[in-house]
C-alpha cells in the first residue's frame, strides 16, 4: 500500500491558532495512524505579512504539543527556484502562457462586465489557441504567466469530509500562476509543493475549499497524481461566533500561559469535531490508534472552556507530582519566587492538583509557602476571635513538641477544640489563614504538615502579635 503523506502548512503571518493547531493534530494523527509521514511547510511567500517571529511561534505551539513532524520545515521562499522551473515547463508544454493585460485593462474589463451582468473574469486576450492569432506583446511589458484552465467539463473531487463537490470548469479564470516580476502565487507554490512532497491525503481548513478546483486543475496539467482532501470546518467560540481574538485564547501559546497542559488541549481539539462513540478522555496513542477521517462531521465545531477546564483537571490529577512541580516552578520563578526545598514543592502540588483546574491556580497556591506572608487583615480578624486565642495558643504549644505528620497534628486539633467546646471549624480556619492567606485549603492538619514545623510555628506566632 501506498505510503501516507500529509502535511500541515501554516502561513507565518500570525502565531499558531486552535483552528490551525487541530488541522496539525488531524494531519498528524493521520499520519501516524498509518505509520506514514507529517510534513512541516512553511507558507511564507507572502514577504509583506510573514515574520520570522510568526514562523517561530508556529514552531514553538507545534513543539509545545509534540506534535513532531518527519520533514521539514520546508519554507516555500526556499524554493522559489524550482517553482520557476515548473512554470516555466508549464510554458513550454502550452499548459500556461504570457498575458500581458494590464491591471488597469483588467479593472476596466470586470467593470464592462459586471455593467452588462456577466460574472467578471479575464477574457482570454493572450490565451493561445488552436488557429488564434496572438496580438503582438507591447513593448517592454512585462507578462504575468497564467494556467490555461479547461473551458470544458468539470473538476469533481470527493471530499473526505464534505462529500462530493462538483465545478464546472468555466467557473473558473484563468488563474494568475506568476505575478509580472516572476515570482509565483500562493496556489501555484502549494500545487508544486503538494505534487513534490508527494502528499497524499491534503488536511486543511474549509477556507481552502475555493482553491481546490483550481489546484486540482493545475496538478492534473502537471501530470500529478491529485491527492485526496479533507476539507476541516471552521471552530466557532463559545458563542457559536466565528472564533477570534474577542473569545481570548486563540493563540495555543496563550493556553500554555493560562495554565492549560498540552494533553489537554491536544484531548479538547481531538474531540472538536471528531468522534469516536462516547470517550472522551484518551491519550495521544489511543487517539492515534483510533483516528480517521470518516467520523469527523462536516458541520462547524463549537468551542466549549468549561469542557476544556474540565479536561485540563482531569490531567492535572493524572501528572505525576515531579513534572507538575517543575512546570508549577518555572511559572513561581518568573513571578520572582525563590522555592527552597522546604516546604517541599512536589509536596503541596501533591496535596493541592485534586482541586485546581490549571497550572496557574496551583502555582498561586504553591506560591504562599514561599513569600512573606501577611494575611489579610479583614480576614482575619474575621476568623481569629478572642474566643479562639486560648485554644490558638495550646495548639502552637502542642505543635513544639508533636509529631510533625497529618495524623498527630490533626490528633493535636481535636484536643484543643475539645479543650475548648470548640467545633473544627473555629480553629481550623484561623490556622488556615495564619498559614496560607487564604480561607479554602485542602485538610488544614496536612497544610499544617507541609510546613517545616519552624515555618509553621513562626506564621502561628503572628497572631499573638497581631
Ligand atoms: N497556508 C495556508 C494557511 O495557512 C494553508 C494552505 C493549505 O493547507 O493548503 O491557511
Known sequence: MKMIRTRFAPSPTGFLHIGGARTALFSWAYARHHAGKFILRIEDTDVARSTPAAVQAILDGMDWLGLAHDEGPFYQLQRMDRYKAVIKEMLDAGTAYHCYTTPEELDRMRETQRATGLKPRYDGTWRPEPGKTLPPPPDGALPVVRFRNPVEGKVVWDDLVKGRIEIANNELDDLVIARADGTPTYNFCVVVDDWEMEITHVIRGDDHVNNTPRQINILTALGAEVPLYAHLSMILGDDGQKLSKRHG??????????????????????????????????????????????????????????????????????????????????????????????????????????????????????????????????????????????ALADFIDGAKGVEWEAPAIAALIKTCIGKHGLKMPKLAMPLRVLLTGQTQTPSVDAVVALFPREIALGRLAAASVG
Open 249 to 390: 485564547a486563540v493563540s495555543v501559546m496563550q493556553y500554555d500561559d493560562d495554565g492549560y497542559l498540552p494533553e489537554a488541549v491536544l484531548n479538547y481539539l481531538a474531540r472538536l469535531g471528531w468522534s469516536h462513540g462516547d470517550e472522551e478522555i484518551f491519550s495521544m496513542q489511543q487517539f492515534c490508534e483510533w483516528f480517521d477521517l470518516d467520523h469527523i462531521t462536516p458541520s462547524a465545531a463549537q468551542f466549549n472552556t468549561e469542557k476544556l477546564n474540565w479536561l485540563n483537571a482531569h490531567y492535572i490529577k493524572q501528572t505525576d507530582n515531579a513534572r507538575l512541580s517543575g512546570l508549577v516552578r518555572s511559572r513561581l520563578e518568573a513571578r520572582g519566587i525563590t522555592i527552597t526545598d522546604e516546604p517541599s514543592l512536589e509536596a503541596i502540588i501533591g496535596l493541592y492538583k485534586e482541586r485546581m483546574s490549571n497550572l496557574n491556580e496551583l502555582a498561586d497556591a504553591a506560591e504562599v509557602f514561599y513569600i512573606d506572608l501577611h494575611p489579610n487583615a479583614d480576614v482575619l480578624a474575621l476568623h481569629l476571635t478572642p474566643e479562639i486565642l486560648p
